[in-house]
């Protein structure tokens, strides 16, 4: 598996602990080592390459536009929405190191779990062969994704900002009323108020389910 997963790479590990390591779920990590052999460290060094990656891309690609258009740009293709099924895509699901336990639970298929592998692999792939190697992998994984929209997506919580700050009534406001379920695969529910209703959105990370209860809040509106 991991074999075809370097093919995929286009990348031979080096430091074939570097891939392990990024494929290694924190659920499957060694509480004697302080759970430091999950792949969190280099999801978090992942995120900062691929950020980095995309903005010299989005630059490239869109000379004529402006810092704000571009941002909205890197903020959807960064996003856990994007990068997720480019995931699946690629096998990781397959791929990730889980207890068999989780691995009946649905677990590698979880959208939060997915995107951070991936990020993972990126953060890898930096440290093992530089930045060229991460390079290589976003430009072909996120190929069809950066070519979707012809004008800078904006995003669900945007667009209510947008419209309540049009109509001079503020900034929407979030709230966290709940998560549930363990510490590895946890559901948020946030509620958002603006202009005098209310909407209740879920998600596998506070962001996801500001997202979705401010979908639902325009998906309120009159047509």
């Given at each position: 598996?991991?074999?075809a997963?370097?093919?995929?790479?286009?990348?031979?590990?080096?430091?074939?602990?570097?891939?392990e390591?990024a494929?290694?779920?924190?659920?499957?990590?060694?509480?004697?080592?302080?759970?430091?052999?999950?792949?969190?460290?280099?999801?978090?060094?992942?995120?900062?390459v691929?950020?980095?990656?995309m903005?010299?891309?989005?630059?490239e690609r869109?000379?004529?536009?402006?810092?704000?258009?571009?941002?909205?740009r890197l903020?959807t293709?960064?996003?856990?929405?994007?990068?997720?099924?480019?995931?699946?895509?690629?096998?990781?699901?397959?791929a990730?190191?889980?207890?068999?336990?989780?691995?009946?639970?649905?677990?590698?298929?979880?959208?939060t779990?997915?995107?951070d592998?991936?990020?993972?692999?990126?953060?890898?792939?930096?440290?093992?062969?530089?930045?060229?190697?991460?390079?290589?992998?976003?430009?072909?994984?996120?190929?069809?994704?950066?070519e979707?929209?012809?004008k800078?997506?904006?995003?669900?919580?945007?667009?209510?900002?947008?419209?309540?700050?049009?109509r001079?009534?503020?900034?929407?406001?979030?709230q966290?009323?709940?998560?549930?379920g363990?510490?590895?695969?946890?559901?948020?529910?946030?509620?958002?108020?603006?202009?005098?209703?209310?909407?209740?959105?879920?998600?596998?990370?506070?962001?996801?389910?500001?997202?979705?209860?401010?979908?639902?809040?325009?998906?309120?509106?009159?047509?």
């Amino acid at each position: 598996m991991k074999g075809a997963l370097e093919e995929r790479l286009g990348h031979r590990f080096g430091k074939a602990s570097l891939l392990e390591q990024a494929l290694t779920h924190r659920s499957a990590a060694d509480p004697r080592r302080g759970m430091l052999d999950s792949n969190e460290r280099l999801e978090f060094l992942g995120d900062r390459v691929l950020g980095l990656c995309m903005a010299e891309w989005l630059a490239e690609r869109f000379p004529q536009e402006r810092e704000g258009d571009l941002g909205k740009r890197l903020a959807t293709l960064c996003s856990q929405e994007v990068i997720a099924p480019i995931a699946e895509k690629m096998g990781l699901a397959e791929a990730l190191r889980v207890p068999p336990s989780e691995g009946r639970t649905g677990l590698r298929a979880r959208a939060t779990v997915l995107a951070d592998a991936l990020e993972a692999i990126l953060g890898a792939l930096y440290l093992d062969g530089g930045l060229d190697a991460a390079r290589n992998v976003v430009r072909r994984e996120w190929a069809a994704a950066i070519e979707v929209d012809a004008k800078p997506p904006v995003s669900a919580k945007n667009r209510l900002q947008e419209w309540t700050l049009g109509r001079g009534l503020g900034l929407p406001d979030y709230q966290h009323v709940s998560v549930t379920g363990p510490s590895h695969a946890p559901v948020f529910v946030v509620t958002v108020h603006a202009a005098g209703r209310s909407a209740e959105g879920m998600g596998e990370s506070k962001r996801a389910a500001e997202q979705a209860a401010a979908e639902a809040w325009l998906g309120g509106l009159p047509a």
